[in-house]
């Protein structure tokens, strides 16, 4: 069977290391990659800042600063005056040079108010999705010059391969709603927080969703074969995947494992007695 992406359904169980749509032709006339010097099992490539303004405006907005490299952020800012700052989501290495950041440029974060999720800036239209579920903070970015689209993804969706739910901050019932949201963004790009640009944001959201639900079924499999620890369940669900990696697995086991329980919850007695040392 195949999925929305053109991949098999017994390939969405394996360990996905691909990008999960095409890849983007190009970049928005208005957005420039500057990706910083951190590449890692979980970094990819390196943290993606993103410098985004519309030729001619006189300003940029930069999304996630990155790692505190000097070098790095000075590139950065290099590309300035710096009207303003966003960042998708918490995590050190999209906002370690947060602070360092600002004080180069003198920038100020941008936060978007109560009551309004849209801001003009740098020759851009900028629209907040609120889209937890890899961090409870987790957001991504609509943008939108001229005719040009795209959606900046943070890690909620990456260029390449699959994220991380990091839980207990991540939730798997929250972060297969935000991709449910992000299926809505047909051939858009998503210009993601590591890895390549993806031609087509719904394209990526429905594969990660159909992987997601493989995964599950895959957990339940291994609860009712007896796998009693969150560690027994990577063991046999991610057993194709590097043990460098197993760790963060067991961030995405927990959170599934915490989806079947509320699940089990709502519908009635489930496996039960699974041990969480």
Not at 19 to 42: E, F, H, I, Y
Not at 154 to 165: A, F, P, Q, S, Y
Not at 177 to 188: I, K, P
């Amino acid at each position: 069977m195949l999925s929305p992406a053109g991949r098999t359904i017994s390939a969405m169980t394996g360990h996905v290391t691909a990008p999960a749509a095409a890849l983007a032709d190009q970049l928005p006339s208005w957005a420039t990659l500057v990706r910083a010097p951190n590449p890692g099992p979980m970094t990819l490539d390196g943290t993606n800042t993103w410098v985004l303004g519309v030729p001619g405006a006189g300003e940029v907005v930069v999304v996630d600063p990155g790692p505190l490299d000097e070098g790095h952020l000075a590139a950065v800012a290099a590309r300035g005056p710096v009207a303003g700052v966003l960042v998708t989501h918490g995590h050190p290495d999209h906002t370690e040079g947060l602070d360092r950041f600002l004080e180069l440029t003198g920038a100020e974060p941008l936060i978007f108010r109560c009551g309004w999720s849209t801001i003009e800036l740098a020759g851009l239209r900028i629209r907040l999705l609120i889209t937890p579920g890899h961090t409870a903070d987790s957001l991504c970015f609509v943008v939108e010059g001229g005719d040009e689209r795209a959606v900046f993804t943070g890690d909620t969706i990456l260029g390449r391969g699959t994220t991380v739910v990091a839980y207990p901050d991540g939730d798997l019932g929250d972060y297969l709603a935000s991709l449910a949201t992000l299926t809505e963004f047909s051939g858009v790009p998503a210009l993601p927080g590591h890895g390549p640009p993806l031609a087509d944001c719904a394209a990526a959201a429905r594969f990660y969703l159909a992987h997601r639900q493989a995964r599950l079924d895959q957990v339940r499999t291994a609860l009712g074969q007896g796998a009693r620890t969150a560690a027994e369940v990577v063991a046999m669900v991610y057993a194709d995947v590097d043990r460098s990696l197993w760790s963060a697995a067991e961030w995405s086991v927990r959170a599934q494992l915490a989806y079947l329980d509320q699940e089990n919850r709502e519908s009635g007695p489930g496996a039960g007695g699974l041990e969480n040392p």
